[in-house]
């Protein structure tokens, strides 16, 4: 039996606390398998990404397919052994994150994927070829545009790895462009859009038992960010320019690591960010700072766990073997002196 993601033990309480919320439920059970970001960060972040299309809506189906995921990346460790994910499994996932994310999918809209996951895995039925990151932009485009050969003829390019930075942008303002179409929106300058909190690498349980509680989006993304940026409620990661404070710059990459169409936001006077026009990716000193923007370091490993590392007893026992390792350091240098 798994552990019970709908609840958790109070100890100051006494009793079991009711956790409502199905994006709760999804950050606490996610708690569970922290030690996937230490041992294996790219499945970490597929799980997180896959975790994070859960929302109120959802319910025990979706919760029960992420436990079964979670479950499956644990016992197989694939990581572990060839250093990155298991195309068949990423592709897959990835599938059903696109899916998952796209606004008009319930709807009946969109185009089918499926000939994009094959391309995935013509490519990938013997080694991993493709960063999530690239099999989702593949498949997003196969979604929005629904161009097979546009689709396969990027796909091509990044195996050969003649898919540049500018490229990326590009179709990236081109998806962007079509899910407006479908939205009815002409652009989406003018847009504000409220900060998000940074990465914290654990669950706040305050009040879960409120079914409308809000849970931080991103608390459970193996990045730190650098100290001058902002994160927005989209993922998006913003920079302020260096010629104008109040104009900021986004990053190539989302803080989960997927691609954007960069371009520049205003700060308001009440602290949310204003969306303006697209970073002009002919320029190649622009396009640079929003790839720059887009390093996100890893944390500490003393920084991602959610329980302390070593118990108080091991704490001691540590302090205890310095003390013996000092003292019998001192003694041996007076009998050195004495000789």
């Not at 439920?25 to 230490?38: G, R």
């Not at 859009?193 to 409308?212: G, K, Q, S, Y």
């Not at 986004?250 to 308001?268: C, E, F, G, N, V």
């Not at 002009?280 to 959610?306: F, T, Y």
Request: hydrophobic content about 35%; overall charge negative.
């Amino acid at each position: 039996m798994y552990p019970a993601y709908d609840s958790y033990w109070d100890i100051r309480k006494g009793k079991s606390v009711r956790i409502a919320s199905p994006v709760g439920q999804a950050q606490f059970m996610l708690s569970q398998y922290s030690n996937l970001a230490k041992n294996s960060p790219n499945e970490w972040m597929l799980l997180r990404r896959f975790a994070d299309t859960i929302g109120i809506e959802h319910g025990t189906k979706e919760l029960r397919e992420l436990r079964r995921f979670a479950e499956h990346l644990k016992s197989r460790s694939f990581e572990l052994s060839h250093g990155h994910v298991n195309p068949t499994i990423a592709i897959e996932a990835e599938k059903e994150i696109v899916l998952r994310s796209a606004p008009y999918y319930s709807s009946g809209m969109g185009h089918d994927i499926s000939y994009a996951a094959r391309i995935l895995w013509d490519y990938e039925n013997k080694a991993s070829v493709f960063t999530q990151a690239e099999r989702n932009l593949i498949l997003t485009h196969a979604y929005f545009v629904g161009n097979a050969s546009g689709t396969e003829q990027i796909a091509s390019n990044i195996a050969a790895h003649n898919f540049s930075d500018r490229d990326i942008a590009v179709t990236c303002a081109r998806i962007e462009e079509v899910n407006l179409e479908w939205s009815g929106v002409e652009n989406l300058e003018g847009l504000e859009i409220d900060t998000a909190e940074h990465p914290l690498f654990r669950v706040d349980l305050r009040n879960c038992e409120d079914p409308m509680k809000s849970y931080p989006r991103f608390s459970f993304y193996h990045v730190i960010l650098p100290q001058d940026t902002e994160l927005l409620q989209n993922g998006v990661v913003i920079q302020p320019c260096a010629d104008d404070p109040e104009r900021w710059q986004s990053a190539l990459w989302k803080i989960d690591q997927t691609y954007m169409a960069p371009r520049y936001y205003i700060k308001t006077d009440g602290g949310r960010f204003e969306t303006a026009e697209y970073v002009d990716v002919d320029r190649p000193q622009d396009l640079e700072k929003s790839v720059s923007a887009g390093c996100l370091v890893p944390p500490q490993v003393d920084d991602l766990s959610i329980v302390p590392k070593k118990s108080i007893r091991a704490q001691l026992r540590k302090t205890a073997q310095e003390i013996s390792q000092q003292s019998a350091s001192k003694e041996h240098s007076k009998g050195g002196e004495s000789r």
